[in-house]
């Protein structure tokens, strides 16, 4: 899908502008929801002084060196982190954790691919005797990184490991694949030490955090990242090109959810176990929600075009009862784990939500990593010409189909992406060739800091509207007002073909 392709899609677009218009009209009065929506949460807060958009920002120009440091080397750091060393441009100069045994592995990692040996900080020891001290801590940086924001230093935190790292002159981009919690305060840190970044999902976990990266990317014009590698799966690239193509008609619904039941890691803290910390059962008794709607929600946000075209309006949830944790702890957890002083779980073990577009657009999100079920990502998309179901991946199409779903394989021929075409790579690998590839040519990410919060929204969001009985409440726009235009992004050109 080269140049023509994005003319195609660029006539399609500027159709669909205006019968997008006219669906608008007709689906907000479709959706008895949004008229009672609670406008509180949708509010943007002023922007700092000084501080400009940053969409379509470029990169400046890395050429052939990027250099990178990374916090948090657990298990999906050290995945992320071996998948950076495929690309000969990143040198990984800095590593940090909390638990100095991670930061020798990943250390020994980087040197065995014949790179130089990264400065270490690990200077907390792997203390978990607290876990709710840890949390605090978390909680006490951000509001740290708050008041930094705001002019403010912070002297008694000076001190920190994270912070160190992303002082350093000899970084560029900090990747933070902690627990969640220091998602806000390290990407803070990172922009206010001049530093781009990228964490892995979600962004935050609070809507003012969403905003304070959003505030603090453009005070420091520097890029806030999620790095989201469901988007760059093959079919979900395909599904893109062939909506904006066209063969789904009007877009008008979709279905984004995960499942993955993560109770046996979750519970796993004793011998070695997988957090041992317990850092995600934590967020079971601070809260109801759902604390995972980016993978599956992200890609119906963007076959949808949302901030380039259509924006997020509404979102109400419900949860179901919080049943299977308690039950699953009493089966198979041990009476001296430390999960048993855990206080009551208040996350229900679904939620389920349904999103509004400004174009009269509905959207379901999902969250489940509570019952019983396998890795999936739920995926649905229908448009006026066809409806897509994912897992197996099938497809159904006005005149095409004949009466039942077909592979998509059957219809997708011609619509990959060229990432996959060039490179045949998997998720991980093209997010990160993709961020590389903008970061050594200078031009600006695929996936920017407004992406990124609004795809994480559904989050702290969810909570609010769970709080209201299930009242839907207003999505704010992270892009100010600038939802409107198309501009390409993850479907670009490849710039070096
Ligand atoms: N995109 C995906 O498919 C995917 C998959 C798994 C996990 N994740 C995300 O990756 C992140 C990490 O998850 P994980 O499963 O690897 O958990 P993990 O517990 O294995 O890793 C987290 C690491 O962060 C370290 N850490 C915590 N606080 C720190 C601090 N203040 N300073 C330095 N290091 C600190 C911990 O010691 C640990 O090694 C989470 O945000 C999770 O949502 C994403």
Redesign the pocket.
């Known amino acids: 899908m080269g140049s023509e392709s994005s003319f195609s899609r660029r006539s399609l677009l500027k159709a669909a502008g205006v019968s997008g218009a006219a669906l608008g009209v007709a689906g907000l009065g479709g959706f008895a929801g949004v008229a009672n929506a609670d406008e509180s949460t949708g509010k943007a807060p002023p922007r700092p002084s000084g501080a400009k958009s940053v969409l379509g920002m470029p990169f400046e120009a890395y050429g052939d060196t990027i250099r990178v440091g990374i916090?948090?080397?657990?298990?999906?750091?050290?995945?992320l982190l071996r998948t950076m060393l495929n690309f000969p441009e990143v040198q990984v100069t800095a590593v940090?954790?909390?638990?100095p045994d991670?930061v020798e592995r990943a250390a020994g990692i980087i040197t065995d691919t014949g790179r130089p040996e990264p400065a270490k900080?690990a200077g907390?020891g792997?203390d978990w005797s607290d876990t709710e001290e840890?949390y605090q801590?978390?909680v006490q940086?951000s509001k740290q990184a708050r008041a930094h924001a705001k002019g403010k230093k912070a002297d008694e935190w000076a001190e920190?490991?994270?912070r160190a790292l992303c002082a350093r002159d000899d970084v560029d981009i900090v990747v933070n694949?902690?627990?969640?919690?220091?998602?806000h305060?390290?990407c803070m840190v990172a922009m206010l030490e001049g530093k781009h970044t990228a964490?892995?999902?979600?962004l935050a976990m609070e809507l003012d955090h969403l905003w304070d990266l959003v505030n603090t990317s453009e005070r420091t014009q520097r890029h806030c990242i999620m790095?989201?590698?469901?988007v760059y799966w093959r079919h979900h690239l395909q599904l893109l090109n062939m909506a904006h193509e066209g063969v789904f008609g009007e877009l008008l619904c979709g279905y984004g959810g995960y499942e993955n039941e993560g109770l046996a890691a979750a519970f796993d803290t004793l011998n070695g176990g997988?957090?041992?910390?317990g850092?995600?059962r934590r967020w079971w008794y601070r809260r109801d929600g759902d604390f995972?709607s980016?993978?599956g929600f992200c890609n119906i946000a963007m076959y949808m075009d949302v901030n380039r075209g259509d924006k997020l309006d509404t979102i109400a949830s419900m949860s179901t009862p919080q049943i299977r944790k308690t039950a699953f702890r009493e089966e198979h957890v041990p009476s001296h784990d430390p999960a048993w002083d855990d206080p009551p779980y208040i996350k229900g073990d679904r939620c389920l939500s349904l999103v509004s577009t400004e174009k009269g657009r509905v959207i379901e999100v999902s969250h489940d990593e509570d019952v019983p079920s396998p890795y999936s990502i739920v995926h649905w998309l229908t448009g006026t010409k066809g409806s897509f179901k994912d897992h197996p991946a099938r497809i159904f199409l006005e005149g095409k189909s004949s009466g039942q779903y077909d592979d998509l394989s059957d219809h997708s021929a011609g619509f990959d992406h060229w990432l996959w075409e060039d490179h045949g790579f998997d998720g991980?690998r093209a997010m990160f060739f993709r961020l590389f590839q903008d970061m050594r040519l200078g031009r600006a990410p695929d996936i920017d800091v407004y992406d990124s919060a609004t795809w994480t929204a559904p989050i702290p969001l969810s909570t609010e509207s769970l709080k209201r009985n299930g009242q839907p409440v207003k999505v704010p726009d992270f892009t100010r007002n600038r939802w409107q235009d198309y501009r390409e992004w993850i479907d670009r050109p490849n710039p070096e073909a």
Do not use: F, K
């Not at 790095?227 to 469901?230: G, K, N």
């Open positions: 916090v948090g080397v657990g298990r999906r750091g050290t995945s940090c954790d909390i638990n991670y900080y907390r792997g840890h801590l978390a940086h920190e490991d994270y694949v902690t627990s969640w919690e220091w998602h305060p390290i964490t892995d999902v979600p790095l989201e590698q469901v997988r957090y041992p910390e850092w995600r995972y980016m993978h991980d």
